[in-house]
């Protein structure tokens, strides 16, 4: 068993690759460089292609409002405004709905039922984009507006819901509603209330159940546990899931371009018609861009894609810390 | 959590996945035992779980009387009109009624339950409702166009705005949209498996920044990865829009999505598998072909599938890059190729009612497709990596018992069937192949090792 006449020396435990695994892992590694490959490439030429642009602009670039590149004015203030209003419209209607569906799939309803909603849920966060853009421009459009207007009636006091021309008298015809940030917001906050249900329900599912036992056993009600219990351990998931809406919402482009219409300055009415995001420009202008128009639309899309990023990058960091957490504790 | 009924804890159901199968009967004596409930009286059951008739009744009036309150203002009280305005006074009127009819026999705390419960459901009906009526909307509104069967054999090609419906159809959109996932699948299948595989079985410090570029690029909004293979291959190579450059760009968008969601699935595997394949002899590669991948099987089939429904609805990146056209056209190199979210696109945007009809019928088709892909996708999927159909549990259970009898026949051992059973390695798939062999050779099937002892190994 033993060789007792060769010296000790001492052997190596780590084993020679087999021809078979020296191969299997060089094709791996390669496939893994060949995707951070694609993905730089998309970054790289995005921000070399958009230098271009952002060279003559420079500073400019954030705080103006017209989109001319041929004259070399050009900024997205405008238009940065625009995809973050519709954003919030968005958040505004998707966050409550997201919300109560994620804690009465989660709390109320059981068995059957459940996975039943859970699949629904996840059907629908796979429902192409086009089909809420075709919802909303031949059925929301014409039926929100009575809605809209009455708001604007009545609520006209508040600044933001005010629907007024230039010379600040109020406006009542139903054209000055037609294609508002409001009804483009309310058919993104619907694109994107899947995925943040199927965020927050998953968080919510994870509370502890020794938690939710014990504030049922001090006495609890059903609400009063969710609210000690569940929405507590949940909090990162409910931050997380709505950043991730966010995300989804900011670069949502064909539902936002078959209903706005267009314009290059700040509109702080939500309800009246015209606004713009980053997405619908490069939609609407990539067709008869020169270079240069190109290389500003890059810009444009860089800066989208910077946003989208540092808000995924927030919302996952928030869902796992809190994923962390709620097997801890 | 939920409360066991007397009757399953003293009875045991015999075969059941629960119990364990190596607990012989003699030694209950010494196990411990549960007081018979030989006379002892036991009542009806009670349901813990159904709503008492009060609480019946609480809903139900509130939901007459707000109607009622309703019906009176908009009719005769106030000149308020408009359905919306309905609903809304409605549903407030039903809440208040729900709070006053409640606080009659409950204290603050159940009030305060039973109204937010109200408006969880709430929550849920609206969101539900609206939901299934956008895509009930596309399909109801898509029934004009969809029976005429020219509508799936014929192009645009002869027809005009004004051409009526049976003149016409997508074929051509069809046939895109097919050739540009085909391309876009036989990239992302590929490159994506393997890159989920190198940052589960590989690791290190390349593969977390691999993870974390996957990660970031899950956030490119689709618009920019269009614009990119704009600028990048149709005005630096092609110089023009093709189906190849639309599959490009839905490559860009869905390979993130495979590679996130098949690490989810490759990092669900036990790692008591892989171990026992290692321990066995077997190399890194045989590991992962051979254990890794087939326990992972349904859950990366579901990332494909759900990746693909993801692709073939986009619509912003094809947009920028294949073109449109009204001709059928199968070459992805050369001319513009549409797919069916661009053509539902351009349908829409013209004012002819029949158009807009097409557009809805080829919506119709696309949200049909992403249904049939996604039923797909749940029917193989659903199962956690290893969890077996009962078909398979049943075949495993099979050549397990084959196994047995053809190792009883070769040791001559008269030990109990139980005893053997547990000493039995896991079954070799092509057992007839290998009868001198006891352990397992390469390739082996590793299923039964994480398969619940199954009744039918069990029974003498």
Redesign the interface.
Same mark, same amino acid.
């Given at each position: 068993m033993t060789r007792t006449d060769a010296p000790p020396v001492r052997r190596s435990l780590v084993s020679a690759?087999?021809r078979?695994?020296s191969?299997?892992?060089a094709?791996?590694?390669t496939?893994?460089a060949?995707? =951070?490959g694609?993905?730089?490439?998309?970054g790289l030429?995005?921000s070399i292609?958009a230098s271009d642009a952002l060279k003559v602009s420079e500073f400019s670039f954030l705080v103006e409002q017209q989109w001319s590149p041929e004259t070399h004015v050009f900024g997205i203030a405008a238009i940065l405004f625009g995809t973050f209003n519709v954003a919030i419209v968005a958040m505004g209607v998707a966050v409550?709905?997201?919300?109560?569906?994620a804690?009465?799939?989660s709390?109320?309803v059981t068995g059957r039922l459940r996975s039943a909603?859970v699949?629904?849920v996840?059907?629908?966060a796979?429902?192409?984009?086009? =089909?809420?853009?075709? $919802?909303g421009?031949?059925?929301l459009q014409a039926?929100v507006i009575?809605?809209a207007q $009455?708001i604007s009636t009545y609520f006209g006091w508040i600044p933001f819901l005010r629907v007024s021309d230039a010379a600040g008298l109020p406006l009542s015809e139903a054209s000055a509603f037609t294609s508002s940030a409001f009804i483009a917001g309310i058919v993104v906050g619907?694109m994107v209330?899947?995925t943040q249900?199927s965020v927050m329900q998953e968080a919510f599912s994870q509370a502890p159940?020794g938690e939710r036992?014990g504030a049922l056993a001090l006495g609890?009600?059903? $609400?009063?546990m969710?609210r000690t219990v569940v929405i507590p351990f949940g909090k990162g998931g409910i931050i997380g899931g709505t950043m991730l809406g966010l995300?989804r919402a900011?670069?949502e482009?064909?539902a936002v371009?078959?209903i706005i219409s267009p314009i290059f300055t700040i509109n702080w009415q939500v309800l009246k018609t015209g606004t713009n995001s980053?997405?619908a420009l490069?939609?609407l202008r990539?067709g008869e861009a020169s270079d240069f128009g190109?290389s500003a639309?890059?810009a444009a899309?860089?800066v989208?894609?910077l946003i989208?990023?540092a808000?995924?990058?927030t919302a996952?960091s928030i869902v796992a810390r809190s994923r962390s957490g709620a097997e801890t504790g | 959590?939920s409360i066991i009924s007397d009757e399953t804890t003293l009875h045991p159901r015999v075969g059941g996945e629960v119990d364990a199968p190596d607990e012989p009967d003699d030694l209950s004596g010494l196990a411990t035992s549960i007081p018979s409930v030989e006379g002892v009286e036991t009542g009806p059951r009670r349901n813990l779980r159904k709503a008492t008739l009060d609480e019946k009744f609480n809903l139900f009036g509130a939901a007459v009387a707000s109607i009622a309150l309703t019906a009176l203002l908009f009719g005769w009280f106030t000149p308020l009109t408009?359905i919306?305005?309905w609903v809304v006074v409605a549903f407030l009127s039903f809440i208040g009624f729900y709070i006053l009819l409640v606080s009659l026999r409950s204290d603050a705390? &159940?009030v305060?339950?039973r109204i937010?419960?109200a /408006?969880?459901? !709430?929550?849920?009906i609206?969101?539900?409702s609206?939901?299934v009526? +956008?895509?009930a909307?596309?399909l109801i509104?898509g029934k004009d166009a969809l029976p005429n069967l020219n509508f799936f054999t014929e192009t645009m090609q002869l027809a005009g705005p004004l051409d009526p419906l049976s003149v016409g159809g997508i074929f051509h959109a069809i046939v895109g949209s097919l050739i540009q996932i085909s391309i876009a699948l036989a990239i992302t299948i590929?490159?994506?498996i393997?890159?989920a595989?190198?940052?589960n079985?590989?690791g290190g410090r390349?593969?977390r920044? +691999?993870r974390t570029?996957?990660?970031?690029?899950?956030?490119?909004? !689709?618009?920019?990865?269009?614009?990119?293979v704009?600028?990048?291959i149709i005005?630096l190579i092609t110089h023009q829009r093709s189906g190849f450059a639309a599959a490009m760009a839905i490559t860009?968008m869905m390979?993130?999505i495979v590679?996130r969601a098949s690490d989810v699935v490759l990092r669900l595997v036990p790692g008591n598998l892989r171990e026992a394949s290692y321990a066995l002899g077997s190399?890194?590669? !045989?590991t992962?072909w051979h254990v890794v991948l087939p326990t992972a099987r349904s859950g990366l089939v579901t990332a494909v599938i759900?990746g693909t429904?993801?692709g073939?609805? &986009?619509? !912003?990146p094809v947009?920028?890059t294949s073109g449109i056209t009204s001709v059928l056209n199968v070459n992805p190199f050369s001319g513009p190729m549409i797919s069916l979210?661009l053509q539902?696109?351009d349908f829409?945007k013209s004012p002819e009612p029949n158009m807009?009809a097409r557009?809805?019928g080829t919506?119709a088709v /696309?949200?049909l497709l992403?249904?049939t892909?996604?039923t797909i996708a749940?029917v193989f999927g659903g199962r956690g990596p290893g969890q077996l159909t009962d078909r398979q549990r049943r075949r495993v259970a099979g050549q397990s018992a084959d196994d047995l009898k053809r190792m009883a026949r070769l040791t001559n051992v008269t030990t109990p069937v139980a005893a053997t059973v547990i000493a039995t390695p896991p079954a070799p798939e092509n057992a007839a192949e290998h009868r001198e062999s006891s352990e397992p050779p390469e390739g082996t099937q590793l299923f039964p090792a994480i398969d619940p002892p199954h009744p039918e190994e069990t029974s003498p």
């Open positions: 690759p087999s078979s695994d191969a299997f892992t094709v791996t590694l496939a893994g060949t995707t =951070v694609i993905m730089l490439a998309v030429f995005l292609r409550p709905l997201a919300l109560g569906t804690l009465l799939i709390e109320v909603l699949s629904l996840d059907l629908m796979a429902v192409p984009s086009v =089909v809420y853009g075709l $919802w421009l031949f059925f039926n009575p809605v $009455w619907l209330v899947p249900t159940i036992e609890s009600t059903r $609400w009063g969710i995300g900011l670069g482009t064909i371009y078959m980053v997405s490069i939609a990539y190109l639309l890059m899309g860089l989208l894609f989208t990023l808000v995924n990058f996952s | 959590m408009g919306v305005g705390q &159940e305060k339950d937010m419960t /408006l969880l459901v !709430s929550a849920g609206i969101l539900f609206a939901l009526f +956008v895509v909307f596309a509104r590929p490159l994506g393997t890159t595989v190198f940052l079985e590989i390349f593969a920044f +691999v570029i996957a990660d970031a690029m899950t956030a490119l909004p !689709s618009i920019v990865a269009g614009l990119f704009y600028a990048a005005q860009v390979l993130p590679i190399t890194r590669w !045989s992962v759900l429904a993801r073939i609805g &986009e619509t !912003s947009l920028l979210p539902v696109f829409v807009i557009g809805f919506a /696309l949200l992403v249904l892909l996604f749940r």
